[in-house]
Structure formats: C-alpha cells, structure tokens
C-alpha cells in the first residue's frame, strides 16, 4: 500500500458525460501527478500539482481539467468523455517538487461506452 | 521532450534464473531513473531508482546500472520468484523537469 488513495476505483458513463476522479496523496506530499495508462498509449504524464499551484503539464486534453485543493487532495475533471478516454487514470504522489520518488495510487478505471 | 525505449516487451525466465531487463533514454539531461513494477489490477510500484551521479545501486535480489555515456539503464532481478511475476516500468526525468517519462513495459514471467 504505497498510501495514495483514489476514488472511485471503476467509473462507467456514457460519450459526451463528464467525471470527476479523486485523489489523496500519501501524509506529507505536496506535489500530486496524473498520469494516464491506456494499451495503445501506455502510461502518460498528464499534469502535477504542487502545494495547490499547477507546476507541470504534459498530454493533458483540453477538455480534461485539474485542482489541488488546500488539503492537497486532488481532483481531475474530464468533460466531453469520448470511448478513446477509456483508460486507467493514476495518481501518484511526492514530497518535494523536484525529482524524487513518485508513489502511485491504485488507480481509477474509467469506461466510456 | 525525452523518449524512452524498452526492450525486451516480454520476458520468461525459470524461477531461480537472472532476468534482466533494459532502456535507454534519449536526453543526456535526464537525471533520475526509477523502476516500477505493476501487478495485475494494481497501481505500479516503486521498486528502486538511481541518479545520474550513481553508476550503480542494489537492493536485495534487485539491482540498477546506469550508462551515462551511453545513455541506457537497466534492471537486473536474480534468483527470480514466482512473485516476481509483473509488468515492469522503466521511466526518465529530465533535470528541471517535473514529469517521468515512461517505456512501454516489460511482461514478466517466471515459469515455477
């Protein structure tokens, strides 16, 4: 148990919805990444945190939002679900923002049909 | 941005055996490499990393190298348990940088 935990664990909805993934970093962490993990795709940065201000960004969508709210957990926002954001969306969290070890969360599964 | 390749994409050893697994980057300003391991319906897991001012880092059955020179890093795993079974993660960071960029895995299996 690496200590970041991540609601809900599976999410189905239909194309056009829009979800909201949770995550709670490890006691301690500022900084709080995203990273997405689908078959064709592997795993890819998405964006990261840190101490409630945006540090990074990778292949985050448009459509796709985040936030770190002021007791760190964080929040990603995908609107205008399309079936190819289906994947496993990870959480991984660290204590400093600079590079250092990255610990992940279980992940949520998110099904788009 | 950096790229990071991984090979090979499978792997199956017999328990006991060695298995070694190995990337290379594309950016001689990376500067941290870690090694996840993902178990079926898990998040990966950190199993051991290594900076740029190391050539060399063991921890129990597991160890990194690391070629600056190079610029390739690999994973050896000895004497390989059933549990060691997993897809393993290779990723770089690039100095100044926030974001892991990760290879595209290797399948592990160890054949009892």
């Known amino acids: 148990d690496s200590g970041v935990t991540q609601t809900p664990k599976h999410l189905i909805t239909a194309t056009g919805q829009r979800v909201t993934l949770r995550c709670s970093p490890r006691?301690?962490?500022?900084?709080v990444y995203w990273y997405q993990q689908s078959l064709d795709q592997g795993l890819q940065f998405l964006i990261q945190?840190?101490?409630?201000?945006?540090?990074a960004k990778g292949n985050i969508l448009e459509r796709f939002s985040a936030q770190q709210f002021p007791d760190l957990h964080s929040e990603l926002n995908l609107s205008s679900l399309e079936l190819g954001d289906s994947a496993l969306y990870f959480c991984?969290?660290?204590?400093?923002?600079?590079?250092?070890?990255?610990?992940f969360g279980p992940g949520t599964r998110l099904t788009v049909t | 941005g950096e790229n990071v390749e991984q090979h090979p994409s499978t792997l199956s050893v017999q328990e006991g055996d060695s298995a070694v697994i190995k990337c290379t980057y594309s950016?001689?300003?990376?500067?941290?490499f870690p090694w996840y391991k993902q178990e079926l319906g898990k998040g990966p897991q950190l199993i051991i990393d290594?900076?740029?001012?190391?050539g060399e880092k063991k921890d129990q059955r597991i160890a990194v190298t690391l070629n600056k020179t190079a610029k390739h890093f690999s994973l050896h795993i000895t004497e390989t348990q059933p549990e060691d079974s997993a897809v393993y993660f290779c990723?770089?960071?690039?100095?100044?940088?926030?974001?892991?960029?990760f290879g595209t895995g290797t399948r592990l299996t160890i054949i009892p």
């Open positions: 991984a969290s660290s204590v400093a923002g600079g590079p250092g070890e990255q610990y």
């Open positions: 990723a770089a960071l690039l100095e100044g940088n926030e974001k892991l960029t």
């Open positions: 945190y840190y101490n409630g201000e945006e540090r």
């Open positions: 950016d001689s300003a990376s500067n941290y």
């Open positions: 290594i900076r740029s001012n190391v």
């Open positions: 006691s301690g962490d500022l900084s």
